[in-house]
């Protein structure tokens, strides 16, 4: 039997597995701003689905509080926060946008969580943490249209503030690794042509993505992009320095197979997510999972996981049906 991480290495390697390696996600509302509560539930995840990798779940919204975004929280825990408001509304506020530490504030609850959940380990999990690229908290704080209309009429204030943006990212990212995270789940919601043309997207989003994640290619091994979306770029970042990809496969495609004709990144999905997914009959779910083992048989560097987040309300029953369905894989 091997280990969690032994079962990844091999994915990443593109070399024969045991079983499916897998891992599933959601977030813990109105708990994960507690570092320790989002390490207890991290954990509590992994051991109760034998997960082969954490995928870390800190609010969506972290890397925009310290810029003054205000929180609207919801009561109980399926919930999560969105913004109060955008705090970017017209195209001078980009001029109110300062230097923030990536390693104090919002940040450090983020990395005592990490830190924690090291801390409470039996076995050393393969471990993500989530990290938004600049463009990405960008259009946290502004929403993604106003943001695109403010490079339009004024590039040099979006392009400043995200100079700043990408500075405490890769802070962020390197205090991260120095933590002891195998790599990062890096998530861009700005690489779809539903919002960028490709000269912008290399210009805004692609030259800040390749200065964070140079910054820890020799430092991690286990580095996945996700792209947010439908109508993605995936062929547009094949160049970015991570092993694996993940975006909304079975949700809005393009299909594992249809990318595998253009890259050599490993595949993290096969699963659809959210509502979409939650929607499913037991008997569609069983059958999704099936086929990501059948897929396994000819593409080895396919690791399942949802297309996104899965939604927190999510029955246990469905979960476990997950589990059974990936340890009927194993050889």
């Not at 991480?5 to 091999?10: A, P």
């Not at 570092?35 to 800190?58: C, G, N, T, V, Y």
């Not at 690229?133 to 106003?146: F, I, L, Q, R, V």
């Not at 990408?166 to 919601?189: H, L, M, P, R, S």
Request: hydrophobic fraction near 40%; charge should be negative.
């Amino acid at each position: 039997m091997m280990t969690h991480k032994e079962r990844i290495e091999k994915a990443l390697a593109f070399q024969e597995t045991d079983r499916v390696p897998f891992s599933l996600w959601a977030h813990f509302p109105n708990l994960d701003r507690n570092p320790r509560r989002l390490a207890e539930k991290s954990l509590e995840q992994q051991k109760e689905l034998d997960l082969d990798f954490i995928k870390f779940m800190p609010y969506g919204l972290y890397s925009t509080v310290d810029y003054g975004l205000d929180l609207k929280v919801f009561p109980g825990f399926n919930d999560a926060p969105v913004e109060e408001e955008y705090i970017i509304k017209k195209v001078d506020d980009w001029d109110s946008i300062k230097m923030v530490s990536g390693r104090s504030g919002e940040y450090s609850i983020l990395l005592e969580a990490q830190r924690l959940c090291f801390e409470m380990m039996d076995e050393r999990i393969p471990f993500l943490q989530t990290v938004f690229s600049p463009m990405t908290t960008a259009a946290k704080m502004a929403g993604p249209e106003m943001l695109v209309r403010h490079i339009q009429e004024k590039p040099e204030k979006v392009r400043r503030a995200l100079e700043l943006i990408t500075e405490t990212t890769k802070q962020f990212v390197n205090a991260v690794v120095e933590g002891g995270a195998d790599g990062i789940f890096y998530a861009t919601q700005m690489s779809t042509y539903e919002r960028m043309t490709e000269s912008l997207h290399k210009d805004f989003v692609k030259k800040h993505d390749l200065e964070v994640l140079n910054t820890i290619k020799n430092k991690t091994w286990f580095n996945v992009i996700h792209i947010h979306g439908a109508n993605c770029m995936i062929k547009e970042l094949q160049d970015y320095p991570i092993q694996a990809i993940s975006w909304h496969d079975r949700d809005d495609g393009p299909s594992m197979s249809e990318v595998r004709t253009f890259s050599n990144k490993v595949f993290v999905g096969g699963l659809s997510w959210g509502k979409n997914w939650l929607s499913k009959s037991n008997e569609a779910v069983s059958r999704e999972v099936a086929e990501v083992a059948s897929w396994r048989e000819k593409d080895k560097g396919i690791i399942m996981g949802p297309g996104c987040v899965i939604d927190p309300t999510t029955p246990s029953e469905r979960l476990e049906l997950v589990k059974r369905g990936v340890l009927d894989t194993a050889r």
